[in-house]
């Protein structure tokens, strides 16, 4: 079974611009969690969705915003970027929304913004 | 509001030595916790979780972690440290939480700030 996709792996952008990433989630899984990666912050909740319905927000600005498609792929974009987005965006699903189901997380996308 | 706490930010040991990764947490309801490990330039990759079922967890590549909830503690042991378990490692925790499209999720992980581990040869 393919696992988490995430595309694309390498990005980089300029102040002001906006970015899209997108996951695709392990085949059967429900639910697509978002986090951001930085050596300051650490691993940072940005936010989950679940059958198309955003179910969880971090604490992001709403220059951060995301979305589930029917088929359970999902995207976020991060729109007027600014130096400090830059970070990798992990990507994780898992199958449903239980206490005890385990995320499995894509390889990331790496933004650098300059 | 959950946390977790990871005590050491690094941790060095010798090939063929045992391991110790400590992992403290917080949580008003009871939590699921999880072991993440990291390898440079990777995405994260369970290593084991607790559910519940049993207070001592056995993950993959001979990892495992016990559940004391007296000391609200889930350590990370293997008894052989191999080369290749150099990596970053994550203790998370995820607790039920009111959901912002009503009823309730599990959808948020709150990850401590991760060991690195150093595997000497």
């Known amino acids: 079974k393919a696992g988490v996709t995430q595309t694309p792996r390498y990005l980089i952008k300029t102040r002001g611009q906006q970015v899209t990433l997108s996951c695709s989630p392990i085949?059967?899984?429900?639910?697509v969690s978002w986090y951001q990666q930085t050596p300051g912050q650490g691993l940072q909740f940005l936010f989950e969705?679940?059958?198309?319905?955003?179910?969880n927000k971090g604490n992001f600005p709403g220059r951060f915003s995301g979305r589930q498609f029917s088929n359970s792929r999902s995207e976020m974009n991060v729109s007027t970027l600014e130096l400090g987005d830059s970070a990798l965006y992990l990507c994780a699903s898992r199958r449903r929304g239980g206490l005890f189901d385990e995320q499995y997380f894509g390889p990331g996308t790496r933004l650098t913004v300059t | 509001a959950q946390s977790v706490t990871q005590l050491d930010s690094h941790v060095s040991v010798s090939e063929g030595t045992p391991v110790l990764l400590r992992c403290n947490y917080s949580?008003?309801?009871?939590?699921?916790l999880f072991w993440y490990v990291q390898h440079p330039n990777k995405g994260l990759q369970l290593l084991l979780k607790?559910?519940?079922?049993?207070?001592l967890v056995k993950g993959i590549n001979g990892f495992e972690a016990e559940f004391k909830k007296s000391e609200t503690s889930f350590h990370l042991t293997k008894p052989s440290a191999h080369m290749s378990d150099a990596a970053e490692y994550f203790c998370v925790v995820s607790v039920l939480r009111e959901s912002n499209a009503g009823g309730t999720s599990y959808g948020k992980l709150t990850f401590g700030q991760g060991t690195i581990l150093t595997v000497h040869p």
């Open positions: 969705y679940f059958s198309e319905t955003q179910r």
């Open positions: 607790y559910t519940s079922a049993a207070t």
């Open positions: 949580s008003s309801y009871s939590p699921s």
């Open positions: 085949s059967g899984h429900r639910s």
